[in-house]
């Protein structure tokens, strides 16, 4: 499959770069990308939650009243879930939310979500571009040139590159990754997605 390569003025350059097929025209399972999702939102869960039970409760343990003649219930411990300060009932314990998935169910995944975003022309290609220093507005002109200024959008390159991190850091609705990190859930989440010409060499020998 051949797709123009734009520019950053949002004009296409002229030039076509060949998208391999294994990767962006296979029948999308969704199935898989349901699994590799879910994986990935249960993966970020810290699973931290704890509260004291009755028996991590420091206080007395003498006997608080006589057993009868109260006219109340009897009560054995200051540290019953019945008085105030007391342990919880069932309360949330530490717990591993790891839910793993198969490496070619993620692969599968990955393909899946790029062939939906090819057929929803929602993919960009985008000629190797930098920024001479961090500028916000310079990153912001490239989103309204390529008409994705108002849209969730996720570019992908293929090396860190400090000045066009930085430039895109406090814009909202728009993500920069290295084309390593790509995942399910980052494809799917977004509207438009973006690649710059050099990553996608990259991403062949990622999903290869």
């Known amino acids: ?16 770069i060949t998208l391999s097929d294994k990767i962006f025209s296979i029948e999308p399972n ?4 349901y699994l590799d999702v879910k994986s990935h939102l249960a993966n970020k869960r810290q699973g931290t939650s704890k509260v004291k039970g009755r028996s991590e409760i420091i206080g007395s343990t003498r006997k608080i009243k006589k057993q009868k003649g109260t006219g109340t219930a009897r009560a054995g411990s200051i540290k ?6 007391g342990g919880q009932i069932f309360g949330p314990e530490p717990r591993n ?17 790029l062939s939906h975003k090819i057929k929803e022309k929602s993919l960009i290609i985008l000629e190797k571009f930098d920024l001479k220093k961090p500028r916000t507005k310079d990153f912001i002109d490239i989103l309204s040139n390529l008409s994705i200024d108002n849209k969730k959008s996720l570019f992908f390159f293929s090396d860190f590159d400090n000045n066009i991190h930085l430039s895109s850091n406090n814009i909202r609705n728009s993500i920069v990754k290295n084309v390593q990190d790509i995942n399910t859930y980052d494809i799917v989440n977004a509207d438009n997605i973006v690649f710059v010409e050099d990553s996608i060499e990259k991403l062949n020998t990622i999903l290869k």
């Open 1 to 16: 499959m051949k797709v123009d390569i734009q520019k950053t003025s949002g004009k296409v350059s002229g030039k076509k």
């Open 30 to 33: 969704d199935h898989a990308i």
């Open 80 to 85: 019953s879930p019945l008085f105030k300060g």
């Open 97 to 113: 939310y790891l839910n793993k998935v198969n490496k070619k169910v993620k692969n599968l995944a990955r393909k899946s979500a």
